[in-house]
């Protein structure tokens, strides 16, 4: 198995603001093992 | 909310943030993107601009295709300006010296590696914010930091400590787009 996807994560879903992407995005990030977030978040009000 | 709504908050919010010099600068709203036009004077607050439109209540997605027209004061040549960038990068505590920066005709582009996103964002922050920058590229390149028992387990967990993100009701969850590996499961 390829190393470099081991630490790739998808985020899928929808949140009510940018700030809460943001959010989702940066502990996503923040997790050990981590080198690339496919970020397929919506924001929707 | 109306497209028409959206776009005059958007323009109150750029006019609303101290950071933003937002004279030059035309918002267009349609379907909830917005779309900032015009010119500011530095690569920092185009950013900015960009934060403050996405903060908007009713913004899905914002366009940012403002110019940065440098002044006078803040031009300079291509060395120069990749000198600044690095001894920005080199008072910053969280940036490791693995970082590097070239800078051709005022587009700065940063490679090398970092062990964190964190740094890789602290760095393009830093860079962002230098006079004379008329454009950013980060190639910085993480470096796996393996060891995680369960990525997907410890990112949900983040989510639900988060009081920003627990208001949700924390709707969904990370999934690999490869599968688990064997170590993440």
């Given at each position: 198995?390829?190393?470099?996807?081991?630490?790739r994560?998808?985020?899928?879903?929808?949140?009510?603001?940018?700030?809460?992407h943001d959010?989702?995005?940066?502990?996503?990030?923040?997790?050990?093992?981590?080198?690339?977030?496919?970020d397929?978040?919506?924001?929707?009000? | 909310?109306?497209?028409?709504q959206?776009?005059?908050?958007?323009?109150?919010?750029?006019f609303w943030d101290?950071?933003?010099?937002?004279?030059?600068?035309?918002?267009?709203?349609?379907?909830?993107?917005?779309?900032?036009?015009?010119?500011?004077?530095?690569?920092?607050?185009?950013?900015?601009?960009?934060?403050?439109?996405?903060?908007?209540y009713?913004?899905?997605?914002?366009?940012?295709?403002?110019?940065?027209?440098?002044?006078?004061?803040s031009?300079?040549?291509?060395?120069?300006?990749?000198?600044?960038?690095?001894?920005?990068?080199?008072?910053?505590?969280?940036?490791?010296?693995?970082?590097d920066?070239?800078?051709?005709?005022?587009s700065?582009?940063?490679?090398?590696?970092?062990?964190w996103?964190?740094?890789?964002?602290?760095?393009?922050?830093?860079?962002?914010?230098?006079?004379?920058v008329?454009?950013?590229?980060?190639?910085?390149?993480?470096?796996?930091?393996?060891?995680?028992s369960d990525?997907?387990?410890d990112?949900?967990e983040?989510?639900?400590?988060?009081?920003?993100?627990?208001?949700?009701?924390?709707?969904?969850?990370?999934?690999?787009?490869?599968?688990?590996?064997?170590?993440?499961?």
């Amino acid at each position: 198995m390829d190393t470099t996807s081991y630490g790739r994560v998808a985020l899928v879903g929808t949140v009510s603001s940018w700030a809460e992407h943001d959010e989702a995005v940066a502990a996503a990030w923040s997790a050990r093992g981590v080198t690339e977030v496919d970020d397929q978040i919506l924001v929707a009000y | 909310m109306t497209d028409e709504q959206l776009q005059a908050d958007v323009v109150a919010e750029l006019f609303w943030d101290p950071k933003v010099d937002s004279e030059a600068i035309a918002v267009s709203a349609d379907a909830g993107t917005v779309t900032l036009r015009g010119a500011v004077d530095s690569f920092r607050q185009k950013r900015e601009a960009g934060k403050a439109a996405r903060r908007v209540y009713g913004v899905i997605g914002v366009q940012n295709e403002l110019d940065v027209r440098l002044l006078d004061d803040s031009k300079r040549d291509d060395a120069e300006l990749r000198g600044d960038v690095l001894q920005a990068l080199m008072l910053d505590s969280l940036i490791p010296t693995t970082v590097d920066a070239r800078a051709r005709n005022g587009s700065v582009t940063l490679s090398g590696t970092a062990d964190w996103q964190y740094q890789r964002d602290e760095a393009e922050f830093l860079a962002a914010s230098v006079p004379g920058v008329y454009a950013l590229h980060n190639d910085i390149r993480l470096t796996s930091t393996r060891g995680a028992s369960d990525v997907k387990k410890d990112i949900s967990e983040a989510f639900r400590r988060n009081a920003k993100l627990d208001g949700t009701g924390f709707p969904w969850i990370p999934r690999p787009t490869d599968g688990w590996p064997s170590w993440a499961r």
